[in-house]
């Protein structure tokens, strides 16, 4: 059992706490934004036309008092686009199953699809294939955002072939129509596995009157061209013909019931909760990230029962590694301790990952890490070798993992711990978070010096004033694009998580995963055996 030695009466845990605390203000004003969808003007219009908010629809759709995994909130902060980039996407249970569902937010720009959502909706279906989650589908949408046609037409395609790859895959797709469904977006419920469609509200057509009036002059209204009832009783395109919203959402949630849906992975053991507070997480990863902090302290407020039997806690210390269960569920977990990766905690973490593959274990990794060292007797030493290691094991490891930024993530260790670009199952960072090639200061001194190498050699005079002023704008725009919001912004995790919120991320995260058998790399015979570093 891990024992805290968090000093949660002292001046360093109350200023850490106030900090963060800070942050997530900020943090929950980004998250007002995407909640607040188009603002009061288009929410009251839509009210008015008798048409439920995007997220109220989710809720109807959920069973009762049923968490909901919102993924990707911030996607579009920084953008000329609405924060969440109209659409909602997350992981929720309808009638007992859980479900990737994918909303559009009609009330920002007639709910159509911008880079960002076509970004999110990617990573949705992403999601959706790799941990077998059925998928719904809340269509109300204009379709491609016309101004920014160039950046999604062509790869937005994706859309519609990722819906039948799922399907392909045994995955179910359903596709609820609640209003307008035009164009490329005809192609959702048209690849979807079950469509219903509202009468008098949805319309699905490849092109509306307008274009087809442009296109062969004929003559038609929305009704005869794309109607719920033309599509329930003519095309054929609409499985069921519902009344009203509630009776889609009712129809939706029966024809989740009879999936038939099964669970393929193993059933998590009983829990017992941490034996340390939640709260507690606030106060413990100092601001500015420049001390080092224990990552048993936050392991002892998230893991089952505050147990974790460490491996090699003697070697290599600048890395924990060790077994604990979250919510029930198995875990070996890698955590940073003193931010530098060297040799010995590479190869530490290559032998670990490999036994989590013997025994079919998901992984956690928890980033606060500066990257590998660097330095003549680093390099002498192999580091290159003893990293590149630890990625191997992290490119090639079969089981689920699992990415929490919760301190810096800087350089190859953003890699070797498992960073985006290594496709953990999901990753979240915390509000203290920050990743970069490297930190905002090495980074503008790494400029500075080779600008100054450069000028010599050209026999110049080096410009002091200018140096010191290209040194300070470089800094804080790496500084400002290290951020969390920034970065979820361009979904590079899966959204900013309040630490307190851990545990219970982790736990949806990991029954969401549970849905597919959970399989390490083959330790069959017919290859290698785990390689002791
Ligand atoms: N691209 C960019 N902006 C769009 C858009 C699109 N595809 N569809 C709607 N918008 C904008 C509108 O210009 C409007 O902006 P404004 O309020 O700043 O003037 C806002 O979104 C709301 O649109 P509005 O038409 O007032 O809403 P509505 O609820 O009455 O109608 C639609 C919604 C989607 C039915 C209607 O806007 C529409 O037909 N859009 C075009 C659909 C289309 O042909 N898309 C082609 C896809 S390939």
């Given at each position: 059992m891990l024992r805290s030695r968090l000093d949660t009466a002292g001046e360093d845990y109350a200023a850490y706490r106030e900090a963060m605390l800070g942050k997530l203000a900020e943090l929950e004003a980004e998250h007002a934004k995407a909640v607040e969808g188009g603002g009061e003007k288009y929410v009251a219009r839509h009210r008015k036309r008798g048409k439920l908010l995007v997220r109220e629809r989710i809720e109807l759709l959920l069973d009762e008092d049923a968490p909901f995994l919102e993924l990707s909130p911030l996607a579009g902060w920084g953008s000329d686009f609405h924060v969440g980039a109209s659409v909602v996407a997350g992981i929720g249970v309808v009638s007992g199953v859980e479900c990737m569902i994918i909303g559009n937010d009609p009330t920002v720009r007639g709910g159509s699809s911008n880079p960002w959502t076509t970004r999110k909706i990617f990573r949705a279906a992403d999601i959706a294939l790799e941990n077998r989650l059925p998928v719904i589908n809340l269509v109300e949408s204009g379709g491609a955002d016309l101004p920014t046609q160039k950046e999604i037409f062509i790869p937005g395609g994706r859309l519609f072939r990722d819906l039948t790859r799922l399907s392909a895959a045994g995955i179910p797709t359903i596709a609820l129509v609640f209003g307008n469904s035009t164009?490329?977006?005809?192609?959702?419920p048209g690849m979807s596995d079950h469509v219903v469609m509202i009468q008098e509200r949805s319309k699905v057509f490849l092109g509306g009157p307008p274009l087809v009036k442009m296109a062969t002059g004929e003559e038609s209204d929305d009704e005869s061209l794309g109607g719920a009832e033309m599509h329930a009783r003519t095309s054929g395109l609409a499985d069921y013909l519902a009344r009203d919203e509630p009776d889609a959402i009712r129809i939706g949630r029966g024809i989740v019931g009879r999936l038939n849906w099964r669970k393929q992975g193993p059933e998590p053991a009983p829990v017992t909760p941490p034996r340390?507070?939640?709260?507690?997480?606030?106060?413990i990863v100092p601001e500015g990230l420049k001390v080092p902090f224990d990552p048993r302290e936050v392991l002892a407020r998230i893991v089952d029962g505050s147990e974790f039997d460490e491996f090699k806690p003697l070697y290599g210390d600048s890395l924990v590694t060790g077994w604990a269960r979250v919510h029930g569920y198995p875990l070996g977990v890698l955590a940073n301790a003193r931010g530098i990766l060297f040799s010995e905690e590479s190869q530490k973490a290559a032998q670990f990952i490999q036994l989590a593959n013997q025994t079919n274990t998901p992984l956690l990794f928890l980033h606060n890490t500066t990257g590998y060292m660097v330095g003549r007797d680093y390099e002498q030493g192999g580091i290159i070798k003893h990293g590149a290691m630890m990625i191997n094991a992290v490119s090639n490891s079969k089981v689920p993992h699992i990415s929490v930024l919760i301190g810096a993530s800087y350089g190859a260790g953003h890699y070797g711990m498992c960073g985006r670009a290594y496709d953990p199952r999901f990753l979240f960072a915390w509000p203290s978070a920050k990743s970069a090639v490297m930190g905002p200061q090495q980074l503008a001194g790494v400029l500075s010096i080779v600008a100054r190498a450069a000028s010599e050699a050209r026999g110049q005079a080096y410009d002091e004033d200018g140096d010191a002023a290209m040194r300070a704008a470089v800094e804080s725009q790496v500084e400002a694009e290290s951020l969390p919001m920034f970065l979820s912004g361009r979904l590079y995790d899966d959204g900013v998580i309040d630490p307190r919120d851990t545990r219970t991320v982790l736990g949806l995260c990991l029954s969401a995963i549970h849905n597919n058998p959970v399989q390490g790399a083959q330790f069959d015979g017919t290859g290698f055996g785990v390689f002791r570093m």
């Open positions: 164009a490329g977006g005809a192609y959702v340390y507070d939640a709260e507690e997480l606030l106060g």
